[in-house]
């Protein structure tokens, strides 16, 4: 299968700009292909046909007329369906916010749209971004590209699989335990969570205000730094980004690995790793290092407690997060005799199991006499992966590990194993509660023909260094596997 | 047994910055409902809070005011409670790490002074408006509820003391105190009418002598400073009379009402008081350096109790230092008049005087009006020296205020400049006493009505304009008295 809407963003770039097609031409094709593949996928929520053909009408017109945005000028993207798009429906994949058009566009919308991108349209996740699989959609799951009796990974599956089945050129999904990388390794792409700040979380629906992150996902890791260089940067709606310089993101991607100290992660490499992970990841590992890469072995014991810790911090925050739908000012009304049932009911009704269990966990890790016991040794367990990352930077420049223990799991293998369902984000928790960047990248299929990713991490704006080393695996995975899509008609999308 | 009150106050202080406390909308009550509102204040999805320095700046001069420790690195934490009109059903406040902390306020009843504690100082953020709409106005039984989101992330200090206060006097003199400071601060206008300051109290009673504390009930929904003292009188009363009838006081929160002069318990069976505080992930600590502590206490204005000794120095009375420190514009007039030779206590009785009413007419301040302190020093010199009797020097002040000119040239035109040449006013009484000897001769023999007779035959035979102590005077001395 080969057509506009699998190109590269660089060679749509080119071709975009040598008069080969117009964006709407491009455009056309994505939407074509995701006429076919959204039968057997669903990443979409939303398609913005209107809007995406007005921007790229716009965009044709402006280089017509030499006025060139830069890379993703005239791209189609397609955005996770918790980032907030101006008059766009925006739904978190939740009743609760069933038919709610934002007033306003997030920062990385905002920038996405002055850099000329298309927005094709909104794409599934896990309600509130909660969950590993894009089960827990109110809208339906997504189904894997690689076999659709499998999940893409979540919470960004949507924007995973839509990357993988091109359905879009590159996407934007967030990562608050992994819900960018383990999508992007169980959807065979490259999925980044930058540094925590980077990018401005400003219009992004909160689930873990201290762990949530905006990031791309893309088909090559060139694609994701030119993503990712979009979107990054202080913003003043966002007390919380990074106001300094973004990294040189783009600078080192041929730079190679040769004499570059890369740590594996020995607890991520331990029983829970299933074996055919293991051993796709230490394959990598041994090609590093013939490449030059000075491999050693590094511990951070504080994994161990990663996902508990994890597992009190992001519902309890969620707790607080979500206590904004309450049916008065915009979103699902349940009418009832007070206020406070309407409240009530209104909840109820909107929130689907996860987010309801998650809302009573961190409700629960925050009450009076529990603080302690939960809350306040989560935040104990943080501190001391922010000193286990620490030191291991002083050895090493990046780190490396699986980004999941598994490949793609059956589709309601999990969804009444709350625990197992958690255990998917064990290999990238960690990064999320150290706020340090971290990326997948596909190297290999296992023998079902599901994809492995590797996962590569860095220091706090180590993001120059990690994309370096990230390109570098892709070059020797020489990854060029594509899942196969269910029709013919695909070859001519 | 007699018994002793224990009261702590809670103030909140609404600042007037130009926009809100995490957001860029503006700071205004005049507009029309949920007008001045955007995504952050409404709580929309995806918006965060970014903090107003001009607010941080305003809290700490507060602080720095009540001689607080300002915190170097200050934390804003989530205070999670369900209300309507808090948008995001959390507030952003603060609970470990307020920005300013142990401080205290001097209260001086009639010269007895007593230091009051200042726990903290902390900031958060307004709620929006509830207005229940249909039968009695509570929320319990109406039929609808209106919300106006334009107060919604308005800044908000929280301004706590220890429980060092002792009586419903005690609070209102802090209150009015406070209520001084933040103005002179030029943080707020401190009205407690329109609610953009408030009295929370927490009232307790124990044995006199007694160092334990009771079971306290906090007071909410005062609207004056009158009202504070009032529902703090009436809530020490109904304690010391619940406890003397075998009672115990619970620990509630009750309501004021101003119409019945009570307060009612506002019990809330559902209503619980965890907040589940824990630090705010949109905000970073705040950082506030020494040289930013150095800049605004350096930047604090004189504040009232020192403006109050300045008063007392320069020669005012107590309770006339306290009206200048209140009324705009009069200490600074006083002040100067003095420095320029004035009489501090007639310049004293003016001010709080013919000064204070007329401005109040006129809904002015003494500022907008064309008086001077050289106005006051001519008029204290005219009068000093027998120019001007008191009742005239008053006419003439209420003429300048009027903006008829000069005290001397009000006089002159108005004809009311008394003649004290004792020349002149000698022969006027000669002039009486030969058409009234049979009363002077009384007055020789010891009679002293007959001094006011004779005295008020000169006033009228010089029009009135005649010193009457110099009449006074020549009469008596010519009796041989
Ligand atoms: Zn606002």
């Known amino acids: ?493 | 047994m007699t018994w002793e009150a224990v009261i702590g106050l809670e103030t909140h202080v609404e600042l007037q910055t130009a926009s809100k406390m995490f957001c860029g909308c503006p700071v205004d009550f005049g507009d029309e409902p949920n007008t001045a509102v955007c995504p952050v204040c409404l709580g929309l999805p995806g918006a965060l809070p970014v903090p107003n320095e001009q607010a941080i700046e305003g809290i700490l001069s507060i602080g720095a005011a009540l001689n607080c420790t300002l915190t170097e690195s200050s934390l804003f934490y989530r205070k999670n409670y369900f209300y309507p009109d808090l948008p995001k059903n959390y507030q952003i406040s603060q609970y470990t790490f307020p920005l300013c902390l142990g401080g205290h306020l001097d209260v001086d009843i009639d010269g007895t002074v007593t230091r009051i504690g200042i726990t903290r100082v902390h900031m958060e953020e307004d709620t929006g408006k509830s207005t229940h709409v249909g039968r009695s106005g509570r929320i319990q039984s109406a039929d609808h509820t209106l919300l106006d989101f334009n107060r919604s992330g308005v800044p908000l200090v929280e301004i706590v003391t220890e429980p060092d206060i002792r009586s419903a006097d005690e609070a209102r003199v802090y209150g009015t105190e406070l209520q001084r400071i933040v103005r002179a601060l030029g943080v707020s206008d401190a009205r407690l009418e329109e609610g953009s300051m408030r009295f929370d109290s927490n009232v307790s009673i124990r044995p006199s002598g007694s160092t334990e504390l009771g079971t306290r009930t906090e007071v909410k929904n005062v609207n004056s400073l009158r009202s504070l003292h009032r529902a703090i009188t009436f809530e020490i009363e109904r304690q010391i009379e619940v406890v003397e009838s075998g009672g115990t006081v619970d620990q509630e929160t009750r309501h004021w009402n101003e119409d019945l002069g009570t307060t009612t318990s506002m019990r809330n069976k559902e209503e619980s008081e965890d907040y589940r505080y824990f630090q705010e992930p949109d905000l970073l600590p705040l950082h506030i350096d020494v040289s930013w502590q150095e800049r605004v206490r350096a930047a604090l204005p004189v504040l009232p109790a020192e403006l109050r000794n300045r008063y007392r120095q320069a020669g005012a009375d107590a309770r006339t230092a306290e009206i200048l420190v209140d009324g705009e514009g009069l200490g600074p007039l006083f002040e100067e008049a003095a420095v320029l030779g004035a009489d501090p206590r007639a310049v004293g009785i003016w001010l709080t005087g013919e000064v204070i009413s007329f401005t109040r007419t006129a809904e002015t301040a003494v500022t907008t009006t064309p008086l001077t302190a050289a106005h006051l020093v001519e008029l204290s010199e005219m009068t000093a020296d027998g120019r001007l009797s008191a009742t005239a020097a008053k006419e003439v002040l209420t003429a300048v205020l009027e903006g008829e000119g000069a005290p001397g040239e009000i006089a002159d035109a108005r004809d009311l400049i008394q003649v004290s040449d004792v020349g002149a006013i000698e022969t006027e009484v000669d002039a009486v006493i030969a058409e009234h000897l049979d009363a002077f001769e009384k007055l020789r023999a010891g009679d002293p009505k007959t001094l006011g007779f004779l005295t008020g035959q000169v006033m009228r035979a010089t029009g009135g304009k005649a010193d009457p102590r110099v009449v006074q005077e020549l009469l008596r001395r010519k009796a041989g008295g």
């Open chain 1, 1 to 493: 299968m080969t057509g506009l809407s699998d190109l590269s963003i660089e060679a749509a770039g080119t071709g975009l700009r040598d008069g080969s097609f117009t964006s709407v031409e491009l455009l056309a094709a994505v939407v074509r292909r995701a006429a076919i593949t959204e039968a057997h996928h669903h990443a979409y929520l939303t398609i913005d046909r209107d809007g995406a053909r007005l921007a790229a009408e716009r965009a044709d017109g402006e280089l017509a007329d030499g006025t060139d945005r830069g890379h993703l000028h005239g791209i189609p993207i397609a955005l996770k369906d918790n980032m907030c798009t101006k008059g766009l429906e925006t739904t978190a994949s939740s009743q609760m916010l069933a038919g709610y058009e934002p007033p306003y566009d997030g920062t990385a919308v905002a920038r996405l749209r002055a850099a000329g991108a298309v927005i094709v349209g909104k794409t599934n996740l896990d309600e509130f971004a909660m969950g590993s699989s894009t089960e827990n959609s109110a809208y339906g799951p997504t189904r894997n590209p690689w076999d659709t009796d499998t999940v893409p990974g979540g919470s960004s599956g949507g924007s995973a699989a839509a990357v993988a089945v091109g359905s879009a050129l590159g996407a934007y999904g967030s990562d608050t335990g992994g819900s960018i990388r383990q999508p992007a390794a169980l959807s065979g792409v490259v999925g980044v969570k930058p540094t925590y700040g980077l990018v401005s979380r400003y219009g992004l629906i909160a689930f873990a205000s201290s762990l949530d992150q905006i990031g791309p996902i893309a088909r090559s890791v060139g694609d994701a730094a030119v993503l990712l260089e979009a979107v990054a940067g202080w913003d003043i709606h966002d007390a919380t980004s990074y106001r300094g310089d973004v990294p040189a993101i783009s600078e080192g991607l041929a730079d190679g690995v040769d004499g570059v100290r890369i740590g594996v992660v020995t607890e991520l490499m331990a029983e829970g790793i299933h074996d055919e992970v293991r051993s796709g990841t230490q394959e990598m590992i041994e090609q590093l290092s013939a490449a030059g890469a000075v491999v050693t072995e590094v511990s951070l014991p504080a994994t161990e407690f990663a996902l508990s810790a994890y597992y009190l911090i992001a519902p309890a925050e969620c707790s607080a997060n979500l206590a904004r739908f309450d049916g008065v000012r915009y979103g699902l009304r349940v009418d009832g005799d007070t206020t406070e049932e309407m409240m009530q009911r209104s909840r109820a009704a909107g929130f689907g199991p996860e987010v309801t269990r998650r809302i009573l966990l961190g409700t629960y890790a925050l009450s009076a006499g529990y603080y302690d016991a939960f809350y306040g040794q989560a935040q104990k367990v943080r501190t001391l992966m922010r000193q286990d990352f620490e030191a291991a930077y002083k050895d090493v420049d990046v780190l490396v590990s699986p980004t999941s223990p598994t490949t793609a799991f059956p589709i309601g293998e999990r969804t009444d194993d709350p625990l197992a369902m958690y255990y998917a984000d064990v290999c990238t928790i960690p990064c999320n509660l150290s706020g340090d960047p971290a990326m997948s990248v596909p190297i290999s299929l296992d023998t079902a023909g599901l994809p492995i990713g590797f996962q590569v991490m860095a220091p706090a704006l180590g993001e120059e260094m990690m994309f370096r080393v990230g390109a570098a695996v892709e070059r020797i995975a020489d990854f060029d596997a594509r899942p196969a899509l269910a029709s013919d008609e695909v070859v001519s999308a």
